[in-house]
């Protein structure tokens, strides 16, 4: 009774409204930490060698990539597949634990939400009402007055409350269905050609499925950073870090279910190209450290998550975490160039190697998203105040009948 009530409390530390507001606005009031700048030092620099990438392929033109004949999909499709699953998953990640009631979410939806583009309607309604607590609480009569303009007068009545929720459940109601939709759109984008390896009907759902893995593990990244830096234990809590290893354990499984899936398939059909995709080309050929390096990722090394030991270990599960990112990035890569090098004619097989401008180019995408990460963390609340407000009442209560029953 008594664990099983702990695992139970969302926010720890008893901690008041007042508590809350503080505890979450103090990282936008304090001076900017060091550790701040030498990264966003980095990030730019990072940007800047994209930047020299976008115009090498630009004043020179696509012949500075190292695609061929072939090849003619390279890093730039792999890495925009991989973005695109990372940034949707994100707000998927937020959106379906809302739409499923979720309470433990409001600690993590924020930076959820803050890794796409597309939820950016969603994720600027969820913080009018912080914007708003920004406003009351700062001395600066110029940080007044612009979050004043960004939280629209809200002033917190219950029509305002009532409207707010309304939105933010209609809103997460029709982009939940576009989420889905989106990824698979993209998967078709393969799944219609006759290449092998492509053509099959386990793309639409394997695609969604990827992206949320992705999603959530770069969602599991951020927090645990955010947690160590911020000193936020109290709020993201070893449960809710708990609970998104446990999801991405059932995930893994699925992934590795789909992997597993392909390679029975190409063996079942009979079919010789397929066959000699998956088994020459990928599981031992040119390609074979892709290959395994991308279910090793995904499908093994998660399921480190069974053991309660591990989950409770946040290094353990941050480098795991990291394990996912890499995996699901050589997931596209193992999917693009592999089934494009080695097509039905051997006379025109042609291997694929990225040139230094395509890296340049996807380094300066990471460059950028990082600066947006740390433009997030400094200048906008981190952690939705309003939602843990909302759930710190009943965290409370239910402290208090935990510490009663371990007493009796």
């Known amino acids: 009774m008594y664990n099983t009530r702990v695992r139970g409390i969302l926010i720890q530390g008893n901690k008041t409204y007042a508590d809350v507001s503080r505890d979450i606005i103090r990282p936008m009031d304090d001076k900017t930490p060091m550790w701040w700048w030498i990264t966003a030092f980095l990030a730019t ?158 793309f639409p759902p394997y695609f969604v499925v990827g992206a949320i893995f992705s999603g959530f593990g770069m969602v599991l990244t951020l927090m645990i950073i955010l947690r160590h830096l911020y000193k936020f234990k109290e709020y993201v809590t070893d449960g809710h870090l708990d609970a998104i290893a446990r999801i991405l354990t059932f995930i893994s499984l699925i992934m590795g279910t789909a992997y597993l899936t392909e390679l029975f398939m190409a063996w079942y059909s009979g079919n010789e190209y397929e066959l000699f995709t998956f088994m020459q080309n990928r599981v031992t050929g040119e390609y074979k450290y892709a290959f395994w390096t991308m279910l090793t990722c995904n499908a093994m090394i998660p399921q480190l998550f069974w053991i309660k030991k591990v989950r409770k270990n946040i290094t353990m599960v941050f480098i795991i975490s990291l394990f996912i990112n890499l995996g699901m990035w050589f997931e596209r890569y193992v999917i693009v160039v592999t089934s494009l090098s080695k097509d039905f004619l051997p006379a025109s097989w042609a291997t694929y190697q990225p040139t230094i401008t395509e890296m340049a180019v996807f380094a300066g995408t990471i460059g950028l998203f990082v600066l947006g990460v740390l433009a997030f963390f400094r200048f906008v609340p981190t952690i939705a105040i309003s939602e843990v407000k909302g759930v710190l009442k009943e965290t409370t209560t239910l402290k208090s009948f935990t510490d009663e029953s371990h007493k009796h």
């Open 45 to 202: 620099g990072a940007l800047f060698w994209g930047v020299w990438g976008f115009y090498n392929t630009i004043s020179t033109g696509i012949g500075e990539w190292g695609l061929n004949n072939n090849v003619a999909w390279g890093w730039a499709i792999i890495n925009f597949v991989w973005w695109i699953g990372i940034g949707h998953a994100g707000t998927a990640f937020s959106i379906f634990l809302l739409i499923l009631r979720q309470k433990w979410r409001t600690s993590i939806n924020r930076a959820a939400e803050a890794m796409t583009i597309f939820g950016a309607v969603f994720w600027y309604i969820g913080m009018i009402p912080d914007f708003s607590t920004i406003r009351e609480r700062t001395d600066s009569k110029i940080k007044a007055k612009i979050y004043g303009i960004l939280s629209f007068g809200w002033i917190g009545n219950a029509r305002g409350w009532l409207r707010f929720e309304t939105a933010a459940l209609l809103l997460g109601g029709m982009a939940a269905p576009l989420v889905v939709s989106v990824h698979s759109i993209v998967s078709m984008d393969f799944s219609v050609s006759v290449i092998p390896g492509w053509h099959t009907t386990i």
